[in-house]
């Protein structure tokens, strides 16, 4: 139990475009979703965090306008990177903490690595 | 602020060696929790422990170890008789109770190759 999925788990996207993550918590429900951003030979790093049916908490440095993080039921979240550009190509891991689950334990999705061009 | 120090950036074994991964920690919190994960070149996190603060016991799982002192605000990893299939990164992350908050802060990671 307790899988996350994301999809896609790679995209190529011209500078200027949006592009479209998705989070899914296959086998659990959700109220808590994370995004990491992992740049090459980098560590993780907290994006926002998106809880089921509110506003997404983000972390200090990170547009929210430019990264639009949608938590609209208990199992998926989207992060959306609105007119991409190449600076913004990355790693990027989701996690989801199960809904009446032990405090402070998050499943990890595979990640979605992200080229713009 | 809490934060997460892996000095060792990257680490060459060979094979059968036993290998300590370190990682320093800092955090106000009285309750927080520690963690290590590993990242093989797929780049999927895998768990592989989640200590809370409250229990310092040392772990051992299967070729795996974790010795966790307070005193010393640190949580290393080793690993014994080391394999190839051991080559990764991995990351040691800290949480705590932070105004509720729940997330993960990672340190650096380290790199350990594990030669033939």
Not at chain 2, 2 to 10: F, P
């Amino acid at each position: 139990g307790a899988v996350v999925s994301q999809h896609p788990s790679w995209v190529i996207c011209k500078s200027g475009t949006s592009v479209k993550i998705e989070c899914r918590s296959l086998d659990f429900q959700a109220t808590t979703m994370f995004w990491y951003r992992q740049f090459p030979k980098q560590s993780l790093m907290l994006m926002a965090t998106s809880n089921e049916g509110s506003k997404a908490t983000y972390e200090q440095g990170v547009e929210k306008d430019k990264f639009l993080i949608n938590h609209a039921s208990l199992t998926l979240s989207t992060l959306t990177v609105t007119s991409a550009h190449p600076e913004d190509s990355s790693f990027y891991i989701c996690s989801a903490r199960r809904s009446g689950g032990v405090r402070n334990e998050q499943f990890f999705g595979p990640g979605t690595r992200l080229t713009v061009l | 602020a809490q934060k997460v120090t892996q000095a060792q950036t990257e680490i060459s074994v060979v094979e059968k060696e036993d290998v300590t991964l370190d990682c320093v920690y800092e955090t106000r919190d009285t309750t927080y929790y520690l963690f290590w994960y590993k990242q093989p070149p797929s780049g999927e996190l895998v768990f592989l422990i989640r200590r809370n603060s409250f229990d310092e016991q040392n772990e051992i799982s299967g070729r795996y170890s974790w010795n966790f002192q307070k005193s010393t605000s640190s949580f290393n990893f080793t690993i014994t008789a080391s394999q190839v299939v051991d080559s990764a990164v991995y990351f040691c992350a800290l949480s705590g109770p932070q105004g509720g908050s729940e997330k993960l802060v990672f340190g650096k990671g380290t790199k350990l190759t594990v030669n033939p």
